[in-house]
């Protein structure tokens, strides 16, 4: 008696769910334009607190920063820099080393600024549509 190939009827589903694993989004996506590979930076969420007299929460989306400021929201553009990471729009400037970032606005100087990483995962909540969030 012949016994039937069980070969591919085996490798079928092996095949098809090794397919759906490969697929990575994390993965460099090719520009149709020049052909050229691009990642995309995740974005960075920071909140910021100059000496107990001002805060305020920094989103960092690939080139731009987007300054959450009381009354108002920024958008600069990323400049070069000697050290750390410079943004500027021509009215205010914001440099961030570190830790720590100097903001310059309305002609104010505030340069002992210090992230607070604690509160910056609520507020990056809070920017990607997130409404409610339990903790304990």
């Given at each position: 008696?012949?016994r039937?190939?069980l070969?591919?009827a085996?490798?079928?589903?092996?095949?098809?769910f090794?397919?759906?694993?490969?697929n990575d989004r994390?993965?460099?996506?090719?520009d149709s334009s020049s052909?050229r590979?691009?990642?995309q930076a995740?974005s960075?969420?920071y909140?910021?607190?100059?000496?107990g007299e001002?805060?305020?929460?920094?989103r960092?989306e690939?080139?731009n920063?987007?300054?959450?400021l009381p009354?108002?929201t920024?958008m600069?553009r990323r400049?070069?820099?000697?050290?750390g990471?410079?943004?500027?729009?021509?009215?205010?400037?914001f440099w961030q080393?570190?830790e720590?970032?100097l903001?310059?606005?309305?002609?104010?100087?505030y340069?002992?600024?210090?992230?607070?990483p604690?509160?910056?995962?609520?507020?990056?909540?809070t920017?990607?549509g997130?409404d409610f969030?339990?903790a304990?």
């Amino acid at each position: 008696m012949k016994r039937p190939n069980l070969f591919p009827a085996l490798m079928l589903p092996a095949l098809a769910f090794s397919g759906a694993c490969t697929n990575d989004r994390s993965a460099p996506v090719a520009d149709s334009s020049s052909m050229r590979l691009h990642t995309q930076a995740p974005s960075r969420t920071y909140v910021y607190d100059c000496s107990g007299e001002f805060s305020f929460v920094v989103r960092i989306e690939g080139e731009n920063a987007r300054l959450f400021l009381p009354g108002q929201t920024v958008m600069l553009r990323r400049v070069p820099s000697a050290s750390g990471v410079k943004y500027r729009d021509g009215q205010a400037t914001f440099w961030q080393k570190g830790e720590k970032a100097l903001l310059e606005t309305g002609g104010t100087r505030y340069s002992a600024c210090v992230n607070n990483p604690a509160m910056a995962v609520w507020e990056d909540a809070t920017l990607r549509g997130v409404d409610f969030r339990a903790a304990g």
